[in-house]
């Protein structure tokens, strides 16, 4: 079969060969849109979850306490870093300078 008559017969298939999840897809999300469609015309609307106005029944709820947070840290990172002392340079012996 030459390279030509593939071509050629790939191009004649019908589209519902080619394609078979298309028209599965097509029709199960029409069926689906159909029945959000139904559901919101059969069933009633969902009050809202918060009124609009608070009423005397539902005062708002704060709450304090008594435990109080820890002091806030402030790092000042323009200053340079100190250098080390002369305590803190410790010199370490090589295993040659014991011998």
């Known amino acids: 079969m030459s390279r030509r008559s593939a071509k050629f017969m790939r191009a004649s298939l019908?589209?519902?060969s080619a394609l078979p999840l298309r028209g599965y897809f097509l029709s199960v999300g029409g069926a689906l849109v159909c029945l959000l469609f139904l559901a919101n015309w059969v069933l009633p609307a969902q009050l809202?979850?918060?009124?609009a106005e608070p009423g005397p029944a539902r005062l708002p709820i704060r709450i304090?306490?008594?435990v109080k947070p820890p002091e806030r840290?402030?790092?000042d990172t323009n200053q340079s870093l100190p250098g080390p002392?002369?305590?803190e340079i410790v010199v370490a012996h090589s295993p040659a300078a014991n011998n």
């Open 48 to 51: 809202p979850a918060h009124p």
């Open 14 to 16: 019908p589209t519902d």
């Open 64 to 66: 304090h306490s008594d």
């Open 73 to 75: 840290v402030v790092i």
């Open 85 to 87: 002392s002369d305590k």
